[in-house]
């Protein structure tokens, strides 16, 4: 069964600062990876999507992540946090195309907090 | 304007009591998810619905049952059998072709006193 890990379930930047959030995946085969996007009591927004096409996947509100195969890794990264970048960010694995494509196993979240 | 209409927003119960949460979406999207999340857990699935009239259980099904009626709603109950029921509960949608593109309601919040 696919597991998600998110690395830091908190992640504290200052504005302008780098925003770097840590997600791998366990999966034999290449799944489909996402970021999604919570605000408090919210539900979830797509920030973007890798679906076995370009490697480097960029999002909304300038977020973008980079599929590594041999690292199993699918990290979140903007070059200059906002004061509105904090929020809750999961990241999430699918299958694909199929009959469960759409059942998403999600990681446990990470807090971003961003300072001024 | 389209979406998931998650309702209620904030919802208590006592125990042993049944509560249905209801979910309504104008998206015209095939499958229908629900989620429970608490924190810390990220989001666990409960059920999910590919086509009317058929679901399938997800990762944490006992004590919740759900129906499919209609394309447009897949309401949730969660039954007095669960033994932990206050959580935040998050409806989803997708459309069929786009794996894993989920389009989720703002959720509802259930509190068990």
């Known amino acids: 069964a696919q597991s998600v890990t998110q690395l830091g379930s908190h992640v504290s930047v200052s504005e302008g600062a780098l925003v770097l959030l840590r997600c791998n995946y366990s999966s034999s085969v290449p799944p489909y990876l996402f970021w999604y996007v919570q605000y408090p009591n919210q539900g979830l927004q797509l920030l973007l999507k890798y679906t076995s096409a370009a490697t480097l996947v960029k999002g909304i509100n300038g977020f973008e992540a980079e599929f590594k195969k041999s690292e199993t890794s699918f990290h979140l990264t903007k070059p200059s946090a906002h004061m509105s970048d904090a929020a809750e960010y999961f990241c999430?694995?699918?299958?694909?195309?199929?009959?469960?494509?759409?059942?998403?196993?999600f990681g446990a979240g990470t807090i971003l907090r961003v300072k001024s | 304007d389209g979406g998931i209409t998650q309702s209620p927003k904030y919802l208590f119960r006592k125990e042993g009591q049944n509560v249905t949460l209801s979910c309504e979406q104008n998206?015209?999207?095939?499958?229908m998810y629900w989620y429970r999340q608490d924190p810390g857990q990220g989001l666990r699935l409960i059920y999910y619905s590919q086509i009317v009239n058929d679901f399938q259980k997800g990762d944490i099904a006992e004590g919740y049952s759900v129906s499919r009626e209609k394309k447009e709603s897949f309401p949730l109950t969660v039954t007095s059998a669960q033994k932990n029921p206050t959580a935040f509960y998050l409806c989803?949608?997708?459309?069929?072709?786009?794996?894993?593109?989920?389009?989720f309601g703002e959720g509802s919040r259930l509190t068990v006193l």
């Open positions: 989803a949608s997708s459309p069929r072709g786009m794996a894993g593109e989920l389009f």
């Open positions: 999430a694995a699918g299958e694909g195309p199929g009959r469960d494509g759409n059942k998403l196993v």
């Open positions: 998206l015209n999207h095939d499958a």
